[in-house]
């Protein structure tokens, strides 16, 4: 089996996601986006639209869920991995929208949530049902303490990236990665705040839903 980035079939070409120019994209994420492995997706229709979802997210989460593609993608090549690259990008792009969407959290906590928003925008574009369930598991089980042991690259890769970022944890796999895009797009107590975002949300999801919810 070969080894490194493997980029599937989108399955309908492309022609109707959008895409972002680049240079439409916040000035903040410019020097994450001109790392070869952002650069090279830029013109991917796929990529433009989960782009344009990341976006929409608070500023620090948006740079978090860059980051964390890219030191995922930096613990493949380090490692050889084959994986969906496109499709890791989605999925870090989705991974924490629960946490900041404001429907209501249900059962499994806003992990579930974003591989629903996950499943929903990748449906949207045409993604095929297999390559949707991977993804979906992948964003859907980021929180555990460690990978489920049947875990698929993307799933494994987008756990490192995640927890690499906010908690250090891995750096010896991939040493000066962290420290070198937190310098490019720092974002201060960003690791503060999401562990407080992280509490709010499983607060959230024990209270009883306001009265016009429950109807």
Request: proline share 10%; charged share 25%; net charge positive.
């Amino acid at each position: 089996m070969a080894t490194g980035p493997k980029e599937p079939e989108s399955g309908d070409g492309g022609e109707s996601w959008p895409a972002v120019p680049p240079q439409e994209l916040p000035g903040t994420w410019q020097p994450l986006l001109e790392r070869p492995a952002l650069a090279e997706l830029l013109g991917h229709p796929l990529a433009g639209a989960a782009l344009t979802h990341i976006r929409r997210l608070p500023p620090a989460v948006a740079v978090h869920s860059l980051r964390t593609f890219l030191l995922a993608d930096a613990c493949a090549r380090a490692g050889g991995t084959a994986y969906d690259r496109v499709g890791l990008l989605a999925a870090t792009a989705f991974h924490d929208a629960g946490l900041v969407d404001r429907a209501r959290v249900g059962r499994g906590g806003f992990p579930a949530r974003s591989a629903e928003l996950l499943d929903r925008f990748l449906a949207a574009h045409r993604v095929g049902a297999a390559r949707r369930a991977a993804l979906t598991r992948a964003v859907r089980d980021h929180m555990r303490p460690l990978p489920a042991r049947d875990a698929g690259p993307e799933a494994r890769l987008l756990h490192f990236g995640a927890w690499l970022d906010v908690t250090g944890r891995g750096e010896r796999l991939v040493p000066g990665d962290r420290r070198r895009l937190s310098e490019l797009a720092p974002t201060p107590w960003f690791a503060v705040s999401f562990s407080a975002r992280v509490a709010a949300c499983g607060l959230r999801r024990v209270l009883p839903a306001p009265p016009a919810a429950r109807r």
